[in-house]
């Protein structure tokens, strides 16, 4: 049995999953189903303890905290790593 629902997403996803369905030949209904399916099968397998939020929220205060941190230059290590040394 099938249902529909409905979301609002961002714009920059829709163009994402637009771009992936017609690169891929796939139906956007299809895509959302088997990306949600994954999603969840996911959260159900890993510890919650493991799962990283995609966004990261913070009091006023901290943010004020972590703004005011004093910038330290990189590591030779980290520099690098960037250079891909």
Do not use: C, W
């Amino acid at each position: 049995m099938s249902v529909q629902i409905s979301a609002y997403i961002e714009d920059d996803i829709k163009e994402k999953m637009e771009h992936y369905s017609s690169a891929h030949g796939l139906k956007k209904g299809y895509l959302i189903q088997n990306a949600l399916d994954y999603y969840l099968n996911v959260l159900h397998e890993i510890p919650s303890s493991f799962i990283v939020p995609s966004q990261l929220s913070v009091t006023e205060e901290n943010f004020k905290a972590i703004m005011e941190l004093e910038k330290k230059e990189p590591n030779e290590k980290l520099k690098a790593l960037m250079r891909d040394d």
